[in-house]
């Protein structure tokens, strides 16, 4: 058990309606991930932290924000969510950052966009 | 940009048999790492293995085994004597660091029935 959480685990929304994702992590690392998982597509990187109010953009960033005031939370934001941002969200730890270092996974959370 | 392909996108096989999963992975890099993870039904992303480009060595651990060829950019992983409870999606990846730690690409995934 890495210490994951996410919240909320499910969600539908409609079309332009703003959502926030919240990861949570009790371990004090200081890297955390986005990803978006879609069929035919393995899971691809939105955002990532690196470490408070440190963020970048990843593989697929277009339509959500980011924003880290804490170690511990790491929110991702759909300004005006769309139904191809229908997907499972995960979010990911990283203790050390370093290209060694495993990457261990939230639960996921279940977004959909009507 | 880093690349990994699974080309098999599904494989069904009978319970006792031995199953290999293909990953191929393409990367300018010359120090790299390398990643199995596995998710079964419920949905969980569990972490498997990690090996580096630096160590070719194949790799046993109980029914798992690993084959890593860095000539032909392969890393399959095989499962000896599959059981039901192996039936998940497998994915492998590959590490890229960059200045924001290190960034994960995953292939698309192969998904792995073991029936009775």
């Known amino acids: 058990d890495a210490g994951i959480t996410q919240s909320p685990r499910h969600k539908v929304t409609e079309t332009g309606t703003p959502v926030t994702l919240r990861c949570h992590q009790t371990?004090?690392?200081?890297?955390m991930y986005w990803y978006r998982q879609d069929p035919g597509h393995g899971l691809r990187l939105i955002h990532y932290s690196y470490g408070v109010k440190d963020t970048d953009k990843g593989e697929v960033s277009d339509g959500y924000s980011v924003s880290r005031s804490k170690t511990e939370d790491f929110l991702l934001t759909l300004e005006s969510a769309t139904s191809s941002q229908t997907s499972v969200y995960f979010c990911?730890?990283?203790?050390?950052?370093?290209?060694?270092?495993?990457?261990?996974f939230g639960p996921g959370t279940r977004l959909t966009v009507l | 940009a880093q690349k990994v392909t699974q080309a098999q996108t599904e494989i069904s096989v009978v319970e006792k048999e031995d199953v290999t999963l293909d990953c191929v992975y393409e990367?300018?890099?010359?120090?790299?790492?390398l990643f199995w993870y596995k998710q079964p039904p419920s949905g969980e992303l569990v972490f498997l293995i990690r090996?580096?480009?630096?160590?070719?060595q194949n790799e046993i651990s109980g029914r798992y085994s690993w084959n890593f060829q860095k000539s032909t950019s392969s890393f399959n992983f095989t499962i000896t004597a599959s059981q039901v409870v192996d039936s998940a999606v497998y994915f492998c990846?590959?590490?890229?660091?960059?200045?924001?730690?290190?960034?994960?690409?995953f292939g698309t995934g192969t998904q792995l029935k073991v029936e009775l």
């Open positions: 990367t300018r890099d010359t120090t790299y790492y």
């Open positions: 990846a590959l590490s890229e660091l960059t200045g924001g730690g290190n960034k994960l690409t």
């Open positions: 090996r580096n480009s630096f160590d070719e």
């Open positions: 990911a730890i990283n203790a050390g950052g370093g290209l060694a270092d495993t990457q261990y």
């Open positions: 371990e004090n690392h200081r890297y």
